[in-house]
């Protein structure tokens, strides 16, 4: 009988791949709170876990035929689920980041990915029991 990580783990390691992802946006936000006309952006949590649930997650495939075609990286990261966000407040020189929101943000996503961590740890805890037979 062979052990299937994607059927023991289900969701839970793409959940712990996006809260990584996410920490990253929002770090890069963070960083960019003073360089003018930055938009700040965020991962959508509810497209990509409709991408993973409905299969849609393949890779966007694209061949550039032309060397005047627009480069595909931007809409790659828009089909990720990676959105820009509206401001409440938006500065006078076009910035976007919000640097408090932006911190709670980072702190609720560390918070998630810590519990996140803490679940895959349990369940590995219980296939290794499983494994040694105890």
């Not at 035929?65 to 959105?83: M, P």
Request: glycine share 6%; charged share 20%; proline share 3%.
């Amino acid at each position: 009988m062979s052990l299937s990580f994607d059927r023991a783990l289900g969701l839970h390691e793409q959940a712990l791949n996006f809260r990584a992802d996410r920490a990253s946006v929002l770090a890069n936000n963070i960083a960019n709170a003073d360089t003018p006309n930055y938009q700040a952006r965020d991962l959508d949590f509810a497209s990509v876990l409709e991408a993973q649930q409905t299969g849609a997650d393949r890779p966007f495939q694209a061949t550039r035929t032309h060397a005047r075609h627009l480069d595909v990286e931007g809409f790659i990261d828009q089909a990720a689920g990676l959105r820009y966000r509206i401001p409440t407040q938006p500065s006078v020189d076009g910035n976007t980041v919000e640097v408090q929101a932006e911190q709670a943000r980072y702190a609720e996503n560390a918070i998630d990915f810590q519990a996140s961590f803490t679940f895959l740890n349990s369940k590995f805890k219980g296939l290794m029991t499983a494994l040694r037979g105890d």
